[in-house]
């Protein structure tokens, strides 16, 4: 994983938000380019730091459990502070790719320069990149349907592969 590409800075941002915040990729992705929609979409303001314990939290307004906004939801973030850490990563995203607080939380950088919400075919499309070059698709196939719910474990090991990888100026 190349961390000098603003797109890579960004993918690790939304694992690590969607994988320690316990998210759903459509609260973390677009459906599509032009359907980003601040009510029901991550914004850059819907990350926050209480002012006393100073924890980084994630509003969710709209969910699979949370369609007509009767309620939110405020998901704690943990700072681990290392390859992992979804605090830093965030950072480090919204550093490479500043916009507004009512911009998409996530952006893709297009060939051409255009700034793009990251959409759902995206980010799958580039997960399995990674997990290709992690080796850990045919891991994945290898399960058996009752093992699947591992999945997670798999892609934070695949996750530390590239971590190290990178670390080691590879990848």
Request: proline share 6%; glycine share 6%.
């Amino acid at each position: 994983m190349d961390f000098y590409d603003v797109n890579m800075v960004t993918l690790w941002a939304v694992m690590l938000v969607a994988l320690f915040g316990m998210l759903r990729k459509d609260n973390v992705t677009v459906g599509k380019e032009g359907a980003f929609n601040p009510f029901r979409n991550l914004t850059r303001e819907d990350f926050v730091r209480d002012g006393q314990l100073k924890v980084p939290w994630v509003r969710i307004k709209s969910a699979k459990t949370i369609q007509f906004f009767e309620r939110e939801h405020r998901v704690p973030l943990v700072e681990t502070g290392g390859t992992l850490c979804p605090v830093t990563a965030i950072a480090n995203c919204f550093k490479a790719t500043p916009q507004g607080p009512q911009s998409p939380a996530f952006v893709w950088r297009k060939e051409r320069g255009a700034v793009v919400p990251l959409t759902h075919a995206t980010f799958v499309k580039n997960v399995k990149v990674l997990i290709w070059k992690a080796d850990a698709y045919q891991r994945y196939e290898e399960m058996s349907k009752e093992r699947r719910p591992e999945l997670p474990l798999l892609m934070a090991q695949a996750a530390l592969k590239l971590g190290n990888a990178r670390s080691r100026g590879g990848v």
